[in-house]
């Protein structure tokens, strides 16, 4: 592991290499950068919570994006999804919530699924969408007690059955999300098949 002198010396010798090669390159000179490198060692959890926070949002500081949904689709964010909570449990209700994102999750992971199984059974699919509802206990732990999934397969010449299978497939064998949630929730099926 660098130590914070090794990587002070490490940035200040990358930072001078590439500020004499792009000199060189526009034949200018003088400093590339504003400011030099700094660096200052993170050691606690909260200081680091805070320091992904305040380099999340600097785009909407510094007004590069004018909202929080534009930021969640600024591409040279480090973050792919935003999550939050209502405001009675200090959240302000800017992203999804945790519970939500497990869903997504689990979505995700029985569409990879279904589409890889199409596939692998010579299936001409060309999208797959699915549709989910879910029911959560009202006491704590809110754990998901039902949750029905609805298959939107698209392809040409898809069969039917074939879609079922791969369905099948990923809920009792493949979807570990799936598969986990099952275990407090009763998880349902149905498919729909668009031809091309």
Known sequence: ???ATSLSHLMRRLLTGYAVVINRKHSRSGHLF?????????????????????IHLN??????????????RYPWSGHAVLMDG???GGGRNLGPRPMELV???????????????????????????VE???????????????????FVVTGKD??????????KLSAEKYCSASIMLGKTADITHDFEVVQE
């Open 86 to 88: 209502p405001p009675e």
């Open 158 to 167: 898809l069969k039917p059955e074939q879609v079922e299978r791969a369905i």
């Open 103 to 129: 869903l997504l999750g689990t979505g995700g992971c029985t569409t990879y699924d279904v589409i890889h199984i199409l596939k692998k059974s010579r299936q001409q699919v060309t999208d797959c969408v």
């Open 132 to 150: 989910i509802q879910a029911e959560r206990a009202t006491e704590d732990p809110k754990v998901f007690t039902s949750i029905h999934f609805h």
């Open 1 to 3: 592991m660098p130590t």
């Open 59 to 72: 785009p909407l500081r510094a007004g590069l994006v004018a909202d929080m949904t534009e930021l969640d």
């Open 34 to 54: 504003q400011n030099r490198y700094k660096s200052i060692v993170c050691e606690e959890e909260p200081y680091l919570l805070e320091l992904v926070r305040y």
